[in-house]
């Protein structure tokens, strides 16, 4: 009885492992993977750009960003510590994971440029993610904010920090993050961008247009580099306008080292960006590498989870 156990099993079996041969075969033992790509980077933050990330269901992050003065120039060297003795922005933020590819979050920053006191209401949505197998051989991410200042409003009405109504404190952007894992070692990101502006200064631009380059290059299994840069369209009229009012703007370029330690993500940087936010940053940057004025900065991340995970 026992015998014919065995046979009868075995005829059951042999024709299944006869087909995992043939489709062996034919696609090769170790098959194609087409699950998701992960880890693209690290943080849901580049820099100064947005990564690809999100969250996971259930995680809370708690970030803390910080950009210190000038290091060089007429701004910074020994008498400020070179830029340690300012801080041009802080952001302090809170960012939960709806769902693995849904993110929101709530931020306040100090705020740099022509407005102050600003309130961040954020969300990020991952569209498509990057599959081994290269059938999505990128990865899409949704990215918007809306942002208003509480700051007081100024007394001139020709100051664009002048709020005649509630609405003209408001400013929002949108951004699309294109992304792609190269092996183990290289990410990259094309970050096509859109800041619009309620209220802005004379000559200056309601609606901008921008491009971001983010990119991530691992050395080993905690320490990357990371790098990202943003190319502004601002128009040749508003360019000679405040160029003959002694007023150049900038590409905003960060280049930092990105520290992975348990549960904490580290990001030590420079940036000639004196702003953190997109809505500020991207518009409104008016320092330059090449007259030292770049400084220190730091971002930290560090992830709770709520889900049960």
């Known amino acids: 009885m026992l015998h014919l156990r065995l046979i009868t099993a075995l005829l059951l079996t042999a024709p299944a492992a006869m087909a995992q041969d043939d489709l062996g075969a034919i696609f090769g033992k170790d098959s194609v993977r087409r699950d998701p790509v992960t880890s693209t980077f690290k943080s849901t933050r580049i820099i100064n750009g947005q990564s690809n990330e999100t969250l996971a269901k259930g995680d809370l992050d708690f970030r803390v960003a910080h950009r210190f003065g000038d290091m060089g120039g007429s701004g910074g060297g020994s008498s400020t510590f070179f830029g340690l003795d300012n801080s041009t922005d802080i952001r302090i933020a809170f960012e939960y994971g709806i769902t693995d590819r849904l993110t929101a979050g709530l931020s306040r920053s100090k705020g740099s440029g022509n407005f102050s006191q600003m309130w961040e209401v954020l969300g990020k949505f991952k569209l498509l993610q990057q599959t081994h197998d290269n059938r999505v051989p990128v990865g899409v991410t949704l990215f918007a904010n809306a942002v208003v200042s509480s700051m007081k409003s100024s007394p001139d009405k020709a100051d664009p920090n002048y709020f005649d109504k509630f609405s003209d404190r408001g400013s929002a952007v949108a951004q699309v993050v294109i992304s792609r894992k190269f092996g183990e070692m290289v990410s990259l990101a094309l970050l096509p961008s859109f800041v619009h502006r309620n209220r802005v200064g004379f000559k200056d631009m309601n609606n901008m247009f921008a491009m971001g380059l983010g990119g991530r290059l691992r050395f080993s299994k905690r320490v990357a580099l990371v790098a990202d840069y943003f190319y502004s369209f601002r128009d040749e009229e508003s360019k000679d306008y405040y160029e003959s009012r002694g007023t150049k703007f900038y590409n905003s370029l960060g ?21 953190i936010l997109e809505n500020q940053f991207i518009p409104e940057t008016v320092s330059t590498w090449t007259h030292g004025q770049f400084r220190w900065g730091f971002n930290i991340s560090r992830r709770f989870s709520l889900g049960g995970r």
Not at 255 to 274: C, D, K, P, R, Y
């Open 255 to 275: 280049v930092g080292v990105e520290i992975e330690t348990g549960g904490h993500v580290f990001h030590l940087n420079f940036t000639n960006a004196t702003a």
